[in-house]
């Protein structure tokens, strides 16, 4: 258990033991399932810890330049690259940091693979598909809605891929089950299973909610199996983002003031959903908070989270407590660590939280604190 005493306000902890109990689970997984897994940087890129995963997992993935090259440097190897859109000036770069790249289209495909060849880089390319199917409920994060800009259909690739290409990448979950995945592997394979002789890997993207406690994994390792014996020649690989900090660690918070507005009691905190907290509001959903009713309990005192940013809508609510708040008392937001320190911003110059880890012999390492040099570094 953390020892708040040792923890600024505010802060994202993240507790060493609960991070590799998700390790274990996911090497578990890749050992069984004769699969690769690998870290998608999206959700979690917290590099300081990078020693740690390292001793489970050896490889990562990436969506950018920068992620890309922290791959290469920080986790020690070549990044599996995947960018909707490659840059001419900084395609050498992915050139450079990636051993795998894989394209949005083939357009793009066309036009980059003569750098690729060029090279002289066992680079191995991909197509990313796209199959028209997803169980992911939300639309923000839905990537076969219609009309998505995201992937290749079956028809515009016809019968034979474009020499080069050796693998094909789908993503097409969002925090789901193996039986989302069974589902989703149904139709890829009905759509796009014609193609799967004329490739070397597959990689079946992010979203393999893997860690949670429900998630059937003796299932996730059948349905691989059976993949794999459908098509032995194929490599498989799978980079969950979430799933490998997902209920690691928390958002320390304080609460700054309370204000009160029409029977309507708000607890102003020292950190703000829209800027260290964003999936809160785009989601939406309604993070738990630690010793807190997640629903309002009648007679108890209850109130909205407000945030510390400017923005009318940086709030959310109700929460009910055992007893009233005061001034200075710590709120404690649960699994705060995937898809949060990477999303975060600095709109107001909003003081972003420390950053650190809770060691498995009960020490807080402050990986990092934020100042004024930040916010102005970033504006020019």
Same mark, same amino acid.
């Given at each position: %258990?953390?020892?708040?005493?040792?923890?600024?306000?505010p802060c994202y902890v993240m507790e060493e033991q609960l991070l590799r109990r998700n390790l274990a689970r996911i090497r578990s997984v890749e050992?069984?399932?004769?699969?690769?897994?690998?870290?998608?940087?999206?959700?979690?890129?917290?590099? =300081?810890?990078?020693?740690?995963?390292? +001793?489970?997992?050896?490889? /990562?993935?990436a969506s950018s330049v920068a992620e890309a090259r922290l791959a290469f440097e920080e986790m020690g190897s070549p990044a599996h690259s995947y960018?909707?859109?490659?840059?001419?000036?900084?395609?050498?770069?992915?050139?450079?940091? /990636?051993?795998?790249?894989?394209?949005?289209?083939?357009?793009?495909?066309?036009?980059?693979?003569?750098?690729?060849?060029?090279?002289? &880089?066992?680079?191995?390319c991909g197509l990313r598909i796209n199959p028209g199917f997803s169980v992911v409920e939300t639309d923000l994060y839905n990537p076969s809605a219609? *009309?998505?800009?995201? @992937?290749?259909?079956? !028809?515009?690739?016809? !019968?034979?891929?474009?020499? *080069?290409?050796? @693998?094909?990448?789908?993503?097409?979950?969002?925090?789901? #089950?193996?039986?989302?995945?069974?589902?989703?592997?149904?139709?890829?394979?009905?759509?796009?299973?014609?193609?799967?002789?004329?490739?070397?890997?597959?990689?079946?993207?992010?979203?393999?909610?893997?860690?949670? =406690?429900?998630?059937?994994?003796?299932?996730?390792?059948?349905?691989?199996? *059976?993949?794999?014996?459908?098509?032995?020649?194929?490599?498989?690989?799978? +980079?969950?983002? /979430?799933?490998?900090?997902? +209920?690691?660690?928390?958002?320390?918070?304080?609460?700054?003031?309370?204000?009160?507005?029409? @029977?309507?009691?708000?607890?102003?905190?020292?950190?703000?959903?829209?800027?260290?907290?964003?999936?809160?509001?785009? %989601?939406?959903?309604?993070?738990?908070?630690?010793?807190?009713?997640?629903?309002?309990?009648?007679?108890?005192?209850?109130?909205?989270?407000?945030? #510390?940013?400017?923005?009318?809508?940086?709030?959310?609510?109700?929460?009910?407590?055992?007893?009233?708040?005061?001034? *200075?008392?710590?709120?404690?937001?649960?699994?705060?660590?995937?898809?949060?320190?990477?999303?975060?911003?600095?709109?107001?110059?909003?003081?972003?939280?420390?950053?650190?880890?809770?060691?498995?012999?009960? &020490?807080?390492?402050?990986?990092?604190?934020?100042?004024?040099?930040?916010?102005?570094?970033? %504006?020019?």
């Amino acid at each position: %258990m953390i020892d708040l005493t040792q923890i600024p306000s505010p802060c994202y902890v993240m507790e060493e033991q609960l991070l590799r109990r998700n390790l274990a689970r996911i090497r578990s997984v890749e050992d069984r399932a004769g699969v690769t897994i690998i870290l998608a940087f999206k959700a979690f890129a917290l590099w =300081k810890s990078f020693p740690i995963i390292r +001793e489970y997992i050896g490889h /990562s993935t990436a969506s950018s330049v920068a992620e890309a090259r922290l791959a290469f440097e920080e986790m020690g190897s070549p990044a599996h690259s995947y960018a909707p859109a490659y840059i001419d000036e900084e395609f050498p770069a992915f050139l450079r940091y /990636s051993s795998h790249i894989t394209f949005n289209s083939l357009s793009q495909f066309e036009r980059l693979y003569p750098q690729v060849k060029a090279s002289g &880089r066992d680079i191995h390319c991909g197509l990313r598909i796209n199959p028209g199917f997803s169980v992911v409920e939300t639309d923000l994060y839905n990537p076969s809605a219609p *009309g998505s800009r995201l @992937g290749v259909t079956a !028809e515009r690739i016809g !019968e034979q891929l474009p020499k *080069g290409i050796s @693998g094909l990448h789908l993503h097409n979950l969002c925090e789901n #089950n193996s039986y989302d995945l069974e589902r989703t592997l149904e139709v890829v394979e009905e759509k796009f299973g014609h193609l799967f002789p004329q490739i070397e890997w597959l990689n079946l993207g992010g979203g393999h909610l893997m860690t949670h =406690k429900d998630y059937d994994t003796d299932h996730l390792i059948a349905l691989l199996n *059976g993949l794999k014996k459908r098509y032995p020649h194929l490599k498989i690989i799978l +980079e969950p983002g /979430s799933a490998f900090a997902w +209920e690691t660690g928390v958002l320390v918070a304080t609460v700054a003031d309370i204000v009160e507005n029409q @029977g309507v009691q708000t607890a102003m905190l020292n950190v703000s959903f829209a800027c260290h907290m964003p999936d809160c509001l785009e %989601m939406p959903y309604k993070p738990r908070i630690r010793g807190a009713y997640q629903e309002p309990v009648a007679g108890k005192p209850t109130y909205r989270m407000g945030g #510390n940013s400017c923005l009318s809508g940086d709030f959310m609510g109700d929460w009910s407590f055992d007893k009233p708040l005061q001034v *200075g008392d710590r709120i404690i937001f649960e699994d705060m660590i995937h898809y949060t320190i990477v999303k975060t911003t600095l709109f107001n110059g909003v003081t972003h939280p420390s950053i650190g880890l809770w060691t498995l012999d009960g &020490r807080f390492e402050l990986y990092r604190r934020y100042g004024y040099e930040d916010y102005k570094s970033r %504006m020019s």
